[in-house]
């Protein structure tokens, strides 16, 4: 008997092919705390955390893992995440980036799914770019809470699943010119916006659920595309009108040949790489043997049509 | 709307170590050690010019180094293009209707 039984249904060998899988995960606020959570207990194995603020008093309504303790301690986010997977497992490999996702995409090239849990369209928009362009399945959550006037409230949200060569949140029409002006002229501010535990924790939920489906052979024929639709007021979450229209979709937005390191052999950058290799011995807490970086090689084959 | 090549070719002209890349199908042009004047003092880094619509911003100028306070630049903030992480100052309405050296200029404006 392992801790796994109850959950043997999602494949002969899904225990091992879930410890070997590594996860990025990029904004562990309201969101992404509920996915290292439940990805601590589903037994995935590898993890890239990425985030740079540490908790605040008004973390405190949603931040899984974070205790009242934690604010006098000014403790980390990546520090309460790295805490919560290591009270479940007892080997996970965790590679904790206190910082921008930017100065941490050395690590999650590496990664076998990246999850985007952030607040603003900018910052998704260029991490699915980036892993696109590292062949990397993406998953994008995100809720927000819209104020209909006479004080009546709306909570809506999303789950996409971003696939190489499959419609994307720019198809999706969640990121358009219009909201990332708006985004660049402050009116669409993040930070301060209204957030919940439990929709935090529904879209973390359903992206999870993503995430076993795309790494074990519970699917056989695991999803390309996804697009989910959350309505908080009715506790709904439904596939998204467009999802079924853009299945088939090839997307314009980036396009195959863009695949890979566009600068991988200008010189100039040669001292960057450098300084990307040095910070990552000083982050692995845990070193990961080489063989658990492996991407889901079906996945990449089926893009590359092979 | 501007031709990338000759546009490219212009560029090159005026900075030989310069490449044409491309990011959502736009092209970007990486400009390795260009040499600039920022805050009276002469400056060296890579710079990214992208000469279309980016991260809200008509046309945007992407820095290898943060050159925080410098100039009347402000609001530095980091991006990732083409896969390697950038400095950005928030300068707005630099049009995309005119030539890419011009539009070089006028980002550069932000930190002269
Ligand atoms: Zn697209």
Redesign the pocket.
């Known amino acids: 008997m392992t801790r796994f039984d109850r959950q043997s249904f999602l494949g002969a060998d899904s225990e091992s092919r879930l410890y070997a899988a590594t996860l990025g995960l990029v904004g562990l606020g309201g969101g992404g705390s509920h996915i290292v959570q439940q990805t601590g207990h589903l037994g995935i194995g590898g993890y890239v955390v990425v985030d740079p603020d540490h908790i605040t008093e008004t973390n405190t309504n949603r931040l899984i893992g974070g205790a009242l303790a934690d604010l006098k301690a000014v403790t980390t986010k990546v520090a309460i995440a790295e805490r919560l997977i290591r009270g479940l497992q007892e080997h996970p490999r965790i590679i904790p980036v206190h910082d921008t996702w930017h100065n941490a995409t050395g690590e999650l090239k590496r990664c076998d799914i990246i999850v985007g849990a952030v607040d603003s369209f900018k910052e998704r928009e260029q991490l699915e770019r980036f892993a696109r362009r590292h062949l990397i399945p993406y998953i994008d959550i995100g809720m927000d809470v819209h104020d209909l006037g006479d004080k009546t409230y709306l909570i809506g949200g999303q789950v996409i699943l971003s696939m190489p060569g499959k419609?994307?949140i720019?198809?999706c029409g969640l990121i358009t010119e219009e909201r990332l002006t708006l985004e660049a002229n402050k009116y669409g501010a993040a930070g301060s916006r209204p957030q919940v535990v439990w929709s935090n924790g529904a879209l973390a939920s359903a992206a999870v659920g993503l995430i076993a489906q795309l790494l074990t052979p519970w699917f056989k024929e695991p999803p390309e595309f996804v697009y989910l639709d959350y309505d908080g007021n009715r506790g709904t979450l439904v596939p998204n009108d467009r999802m079924e229209l853009l299945r088939n979709k090839i997307?314009?937005?980036?396009p195959p040949e863009e695949t890979g390191d566009p600068l991988f052999d200008v010189r100039e950058f040669n001292r960057l790489t450098a300084d990307l290799a040095l910070r990552k011995g000083k982050l692995a807490s845990t070193p990961a043997p080489t063989s658990f970086w492996k991407k889901p090689l079906a996945v990449i084959a089926k893009f590359l049509g092979l | 709307m501007t031709d990338p090549t000759a546009e490219f070719a212009a560029i090159q002209a005026m900075h030989p170590s310069a490449s044409l890349h491309t990011e959502g199908g736009n092209p970007v042009v990486l400009l390795p050690n260009f040499k600039f004047r920022a805050g009276g003092r002469a400056v060296e880094m890579a710079l990214l010019l992208y000469p279309s619509a980016h991260s809200g911003y008509v046309t945007r100028l992407f820095f290898e180094r943060k050159l925080e306070g410098v100039g009347k630049s402000q609001n530095w903030k980091e991006h990732t293009v083409l896969s390697r992480k950038w400095w950005a100052p928030s300068w707005k309405d630099v049009v995309a209707a005119q030539p890419w050296t011009s539009m070089l200029g006028a980002h550069l404006r932000a930190v002269a």
Do not use: L, V
Request: hydrophobic share 10%; proline share 12%; with cysteine.
């Open positions: 419609a994307c720019r198809c997307c314009p937005h980036h």
